[in-house]
């Protein structure tokens, strides 16, 4: 898989700490916080479009247990 380059500004403090942190990995970290901020905001979204095709179901008067009872016997 290929890369990219991406830029963006930081404020100077925060560079000049970075820089006496060597010993981190910064594109890594950065990296790994991306990847999870987007695992994040992807999951929101299939939570919200559940919710969205699950709001127009009635919620089944009949126990749950009495359906998955019925379904494995039907088998």
């Given at each position: 898989?290929?890369?990219?380059?991406?830029?963006?500004?930081?404020?100077?403090?925060?560079?000049?700490k970075?820089?006496?942190?060597?010993?981190?990995?910064?594109?890594?970290?950065?990296?790994?916080?991306?990847?999870?901020?987007?695992?994040?905001?992807?999951?929101?979204?299939?939570?919200?479009?559940?919710?969205?095709?699950?709001?127009?179901?009635?919620?089944?008067?009949?126990?749950?247990?009495?359906?998955i009872?019925?379904m494995?016997?039907?088998?």
């Open positions: 898989m290929g890369t990219v380059t991406l830029s963006l500004r930081i404020r100077r403090d925060i560079k000049e970075m820089e006496r942190l060597r010993d981190v990995d910064w594109r890594s970290e950065i990296e790994k916080f991306i990847e999870s901020r987007i695992r994040e905001i992807e999951l929101r979204s299939i939570v919200s479009e559940i919710d969205c095709v699950l709001s127009g179901v009635s919620p089944s008067g009949e126990a749950a247990w009495r359906a009872r019925e494995r016997e039907a088998r």
